[in-house]
């Protein structure tokens, strides 16, 4: 009888962006986004972002810098037909191990092409570094793959969200990170000293502050974060007389 991953209190991840696409421009990143909503919604923290080239030696040190480091790291892009494709031959480098045609990966793709149709292009998308379980996805059928604690995904955003779905209950999980929002009309540089000051007193609480200017007024979204609901609202409720006596106006984000 399977069993589902245990739950941790603090489970980290990072998150690889791999292209020239994303470094040039050419290609707006909306993977990030998505995956670190994602990853909050189910209690994993994504603490790191980078953007490499598809460079084998720079994606390997990348890959094997933050898999020490992070519970998790997932990697977006350079898994395709192409020979600038090169992010299952770094993660291959990253871990010491050969790349090899794997036959269930074959098998999968199978079901989208005929026979005919498996180019040699399109096996690249059937190499996979020994050791690594697969990551299926309906709808390219080419795979992703997970080796030890690196997730490898496909760049295209309808196929990675596919492959992140299908690999999360493989994964460990902390509590999910509620969030509280206050929408303050007082220049930032107002707030910060008793914001500063606040945070000192719920230390285990995030906050933080992020200014805007619009109709001619400045102000600030004040926005607190924790996995621990019960400490959350007392922080907020502590904002609340903090804001009270310095009279500022303020009003909860959704109702502003």
Do not use: C
Not at 8 to 19: M, N, P
Not at 52 to 76: C, F, G, H, Q, S
Not at 105 to 113: G, I
Not at 125 to 135: T, V, Y
Request: proline residues 7%; without cysteine; charged residues 20%.
């Amino acid at each position: 009888m399977s069993q589902d991953p245990p739950q941790d209190k603090t489970v980290t991840a990072a998150l690889v962006v791999i292209g020239e696409e994303i470094l040039s421009g050419r290609t707006q990143d909306t993977n990030t986004p998505y995956i670190a909503a994602y990853l909050s919604n189910v209690g994993i923290n994504l603490r790191e972002v980078r953007v490499v080239a598809d460079l084998e030696p720079e994606i390997a040190e990348t890959v094997n810098a933050l898999r020490r480091r992070y519970t998790y790291v997932l990697t977006t892009g350079g898994i395709g037909p192409t020979h600038d494709d090169v992010t299952t031959d770094a993660i291959g480098m990253a871990f010491g191990v050969p790349v090899a045609v794997n036959d269930e990966a074959v098998a999968a793709m199978r079901l989208q092409y005929l026979p005919e149709d498996l180019t040699p292009a399109r096996l690249r998308m059937a190499r996979i570094p020994e050791g690594a379980a697969l990551i299926h996805n309906a709808v390219s059928r080419a795979p992703g793959y997970m080796i030890e604690n690196v997730i490898v995904m496909a760049g295209i955003p309808g196929v990675m969200q596919v492959m992140l779905d299908e690999v999360m209950p493989r994964l460990a999980k902390g509590r999910p990170v509620q969030s509280r929002s206050v929408l303050v009309r007082a220049p930032e540089s107002e707030v910060a000293s008793p914001l500063a000051a606040l945070q000192e007193t719920y230390a285990d609480v995030q906050m933080g502050s992020y200014p805007f200017f619009e109709h001619g007024r400045y102000g600030a979204y004040l926005v607190l974060r924790s996995p621990d609901e019960a400490r959350l609202d007392e922080a907020l409720e502590a904002l609340w007389r903090v804001i009270a006596e310095h009279g500022f106006t303020a009003s909860a984000a959704d109702d502003a």
